[in-house]
């Protein structure tokens, strides 16, 4: 008779239902859920199974490893197998401290922004993104890509594990996060493709400590292997903003290697942030508080080196850490997270730009998530408008004891909650988008689902037609020269002037098609059948013939003011913004208006000085399937 309960047997074999229904699947058992209930030979099966995991002999720990390492790839198969794509994709707050209960934070795979006021609890998010995150120990069961390295021999450049806990970033109180009387619990969710990881953090009591009396633990289970996930981490704190004239040692090493790669990086970002003239050579530097890479010219070395370049030299050490942890791992290199707090401390507004463009290269060439903390309203706003494909915001921000979050937050609404002000109405400047004629302009817009109408100004209308449009040979000739009021425009051309465009020509494309836009449709709709959906059955209704009764053949030579003509007769006919022949056109046409759409999108992000993110690609994209 059935007597122990799947969910019982979690608890005493200490692992998760999810492995234990696995097991008893494999065992011949239909075990459905963690409510399902085993009898006495299914129970000693599995005590059979774990016993295993507390025999002393080497087989029998090795035999329970591999049974929750194949459990975990069954269930995670793109994790286990490619952590190299992995980003942490978002944060899930239980509980903690004074944070909204289950809030989600989501964070961006290339740069995120945390911003918000004083004591809204930035650092602490920093601290919770690294805590369940390691790089030093020898398994782990989510993936066997680093089986034969010895992690804990990767060292940073200033001889530390890629690896931090929350007790790097800020302190616990002993008074105000008692473990006694507070449980603080989140989730880190660790994506690749669409194979989500939900890692689960709890604090607990720890009694070999008398100061530190908590701890956090991720993961299910206690068992080796489990708990924290394989992924290198560096975190940079406000210690690195301690004057180097207040150190009590400082010592600059001059045997320190750096291969040329290395150096050509430091001294190219140093010169490009920090703008000044001079050569410079890296240093390794070592103080009380810091081991890093100061600059030094043929004027000053690293012992004094201003606050900004120290700040900048200790944030590329970081990354070229990463560099050469690559460089190590080869193909296992998984790419990593840099964690930095206040990051735009003792850099001017131009340093901030330029550092901005510095993590875009990293995040890319090193496959880096970069998340810092800030006050600036300078990077939030370059952030907005000119790295929305690369960033993210994400507002904390305190209502009453709640600190609650807001992402894929607009500038205006970060100035005035920092400011404690009102939000002003801000309108970035637009993109002038230039076509041959108004019936391509609305072309455009439809098949672009209107998602630009607050980015450009496409200007051209059928009644300023002639005052706005130019022809194809005109736009051709202005694409393939040099002058920056018209470097600034987008030109649109029909697509029989596709052939025409060549790697002279910048910030021009043509619209999906073979021909002129009217004669495009024109031919489309000839060729379609009498009794396709386009066209009405019954008496009386728009029928093939009522749409060609006066053109019913033009010669394929024909001068385009024929089309043209046709066009205008029968456009009336055909919905508000010609959407119903558009619609069905594009149904024919899928492929060629989305490479459109993604060649415009790219054109447009080059083009304009306010940068859109990939949610207005994705918008219409998912549009254009659904029609």
């Avoid at 050579?281 to 030094?296: I, K, N, Y």
């Avoid at 029968?570 to 759409?597: C, D, S």
Wanted: aromatic share 12%; glycine share 4%.
């Amino acid at each position: 008779m059935p007597r122990y309960r799947v969910y019982e047997l979690a608890k005493e074999f200490n692992t998760d239902t999810k492995t234990l229904l696995r097991l008893l699947v494999e065992h011949g058992v239909e075990a459905k859920n963690h409510f399902f209930a085993v009898g006495d030979e299914e129970h000693k099966y599995l005590q059979s199974i774990f016993a295993k995991e507390r025999q002393s002999t080497t087989e029998g720990r090795e035999e329970a490893r591999k049974v929750r390492e194949n459990a975990f790839a069954a269930e995670h198969p793109q994790i286990f197998n490619h952590p190299e794509k992995m980003k942490v994709s978002s944060l899930t707050i239980h509980t903690f401290r004074k944070f909204l209960s289950d809030m989600k934070i989501p964070l961006h795979p290339n740069i995120t922004f945390i911003v918000g006021q004083n004591a809204t609890s930035k650092s602490t998010l920093l601290g919770m993104i690294c805590q369940p995150l390691e790089f030093t120990a020898k398994y782990k069961k989510y993936t066997r890509i680093y089986d034969d390295i010895v992690k804990q021999n990767m060292k940073t450049i200033a001889g530390t594990a890629f690896e931090s806990d929350i007790s790097d970033v800020f302190r616990m109180s002993p008074i105000y996060d008692n473990p006694e009387k507070k449980k603080y619990t989140y989730d880190i969710h660790l994506t690749v493709d669409d194979d989500t990881l939900v890692l689960p953090v709890s604090s607990e009591k720890r009694g070999d400590q008398k100061e530190n009396n908590i701890r956090f633990v991720a993961g299910k289970t206690r068992y080796s292997g489990d708990g924290n996930f394989p992924h290198p981490v560096i975190y940079l704190g406000l210690k690195r903003l301690y004057p180097l004239a207040d150190s009590k040692k400082f010592s600059i090493n001059p045997s320190f290697q750096l291969s040329k790669e290395e150096k050509d990086f430091y001294a190219e970002w140093q010169q490009k942030i920090m703008v000044v003239p001079e050569k410079i050579e890296p240093e390794f530097v070592s103080t009380d508080t810091r081991d890093f890479l100061g600059a030094q010219t043929s004027i000053y070395d690293a012992e004094t080196n201003s606050a900004g370049q120290d700040n900048l030299g200790q944030i590329l050490s970081a990354i070229i850490s990463f560099m050469r942890l690559k460089e190590t791992l080869q193909e296992r290199y998984c790419g990593g997270i840099l964690l930095i707090d206040e990051v735009d401390a003792t850099f001017h507004i131009l340093a901030q730009e330029k550092l901005l463009e510095l993590f875009v290269y990293a995040s890319q060439h090193l496959d880096l998530q970069i998340v810092c903390t800030t006050h600036s309203l300078g990077l939030i706003q370059l952030c907005n408008y000119h790295y929305k494909r690369y960033a993210s915001i994400v507002l904390l921000y305190r209502r009453g004891e709640t600190i609650r979050a807001k992402s894929d937050v607009s500038y205006q609404e970060v100035e005035a909650e920092i400011k404690a002000s009102a939000v002003k109405d801000y309108k970035p400047p637009l993109t002038t988008v230039l076509f041959e004629d108004n019936v391509a302009a609305q072309f455009f817009r439809f098949i672009t689902n209107r998602q630009y109408a607050h980015f450009i100004n496409t200007y051209s209308t059928e009644q300023n037609n002639d005052m706005t449009a130019l022809s194809a040979d005109v736009y051709l000739r202005l694409a393939a020269k040099n002058i920056p009021e018209f470097n600034a425009m987008i030109f649109v051309i029909d697509g029989d002037k596709r052939g025409e465009i060549s790697r002279k020509h910048h910030h021009i494309l043509a619209l999906p098609g073979t021909r002129a836009l009217e004669k495009e449709m024109y031919q489309f709709l000839h060729t379609l059948p009498e009794d396709d959906a386009f066209w009405s059955l019954e008496p009386g209704g728009y029928n093939w013939q009522m749409c060609f009764r006066d053109y019913v053949s033009i010669p394929n030579n024909a001068e385009t003011k024929r089309y043209k003509e046709w066009f205008a007769q029968q456009k009336n006919y055909w919905g508000r913004g010609l959407k119903k022949l558009y619609i069905r056109w594009m149904q024919e046409n899928k492929a060629a208006v989305l490479q459109f759409n993604h060649d415009f999108f790219k054109i447009y992000n080059q083009t304009s000085k306010t940068k859109i993110g990939d949610a207005v690609l994705q918008r219409i994209t998912a549009w254009i399937e659904s029609v």
